[in-house]
């Protein structure tokens, strides 16, 4: 078969020695590692990851999920051109994609969170040749509220701070503006005195003349 066409065999050849020289790469996974929640919310698994070979339609991603108190581990979500939601399980109906492959980014969302979501979230991506690497992992806490980190305890002190300053700059400008009224309120009635006293004296000046005149 081969005799008959040459150009086969060399690009039959040429493709085992690309093969054999490809690089072997393993695909590199970034997670938050911990996450935390509030119990009701929504909130974003996010997953990123690197690999030599470029992204196309051999891309796979697959999401699962081991419980806080064990058991089997269960089926999230999985992607492969299109995205796969689970048709049945606890994350029916309250999974979805938010990932974009072409930024090499496979996140999910997750809807409505309770309490038994509790655990850790694995996510693998295989992206031909590339098909080896660590799985990502996050662990998940849902809670009642969500406890104040340094940075929240930082930003309240920041946003105190420029409040208390907010309020000093305006209580300045209303006692600058208070005294100026004040001080325009006196300059007023010194200027009423002295018209009422200038109006006396030519007052006084008519009558003096007037009797002067009598006389």
């Not at 040429?14 to 009701?40: D, S």
């Not at 920041?158 to 309120?185: D, H, P, T």
């Amino acid at each position: 078969m081969y005799g008959k066409n040459p150009t086969r065999v060399v690009l039959f050849l040429l493709g085992i020695q690309l093969t054999a020289l490809w690089p072997i790469a393993a695909v590199e996974i970034y997670t938050p590692r911990v996450l935390e929640a509030v119990n009701g919310t929504d909130t974003r698994l996010k997953c990123t990851f690197s690999s030599f070979a470029p992204v196309g339609d051999a891309l796979t991603v697959t999401w699962n999920f081991r419980p806080l108190d064990g058991g089997p581990e269960q089926f999230v979500f999985y992607y492969h051109v299109d995205p796969f939601k689970p048709m049945s399980g606890r994350f029916k109906d309250r999974v979805g994609w938010d990932g974009n492959p072409e930024r090499y980014d496979v996140s999910i969302r997750l809807w409505k969170l309770q309490f038994d979501d509790n655990g850790t979230y694995t996510c693998q991506v295989k992206n031909p040749p590339d098909v080896d690497g660590v799985i990502g992992e996050i662990r998940l806490s849902v809670v009642h509220t969500v406890r104040f980190s340094e940075i929240y305890f930082l930003a309240l002190a920041i946003g105190s701070a420029c409040a208390v300053m907010i309020i000093i700059v305006i209580v300045v400008v209303l006692f600058q503006q208070f005294r100026k009224k004040r001080w325009a309120e006196r300059a007023h009635n010194v200027v009423e005195i002295k018209s009422k006293e200038e109006e006396k004296l030519n007052q006084g000046k008519k009558v003096s003349v007037y009797l002067e005149d009598t006389d």
